[in-house]
Nanobody, 118 residues
């Protein structure tokens, strides 16, 4: 079984910074794409940033230049969030997915709350 555990998040003033971390526990889950999504009140879940194990990172236009996604290996990823804005408020979910040998997997963490005050 694959389990994603998030840490970080909290309350910060606009212009501040937060760091979110996500680690994969359980069986080996290599060759994956890991990333972060967020869900703001009354809105649908949206991609914030994602990265494959072999490189290549995608960012939502709204966070480019402010957020940085890094990953140590197949099991841990860190989202550094700078210059936070009130519209960044939401619940942030770690995601890990892959398609291998014809089998697709998609795993989610339980989410961590980020609140940016104006």
């Amino acid at each position: 079984q694959v389990r994603l555990v998030e840490s970080g998040g909290g309350l910060v003033q606009a212009g501040g910074s937060l760091t979110l971390s996500c680690e994969v526990f359980g069986r080996t889950f290599s060759d994956n794409v890991m990333g972060w999504y967020r869900e703001a009140p009354g809105k649908e879940r949206e991609l914030v940033a994602s990265s494959s194990e072999t490189g290549g990172t995608n960012y939502a236009d709204s966070v480019k230049g402010r957020f940085t996604l890094s990953r140590d290996n197949a099991k841990k990823t860190v989202l550094q969030m700078n210059s936070l804005k009130p519209e960044d408020t939401g619940r942030y979910y770690c995601n890990a997915r892959r398609s291998k040998n014809g089998i697709s997997e998609n795993h989610w963490g339980s989410g961590t709350l980020v609140t940016v005050s104006s």
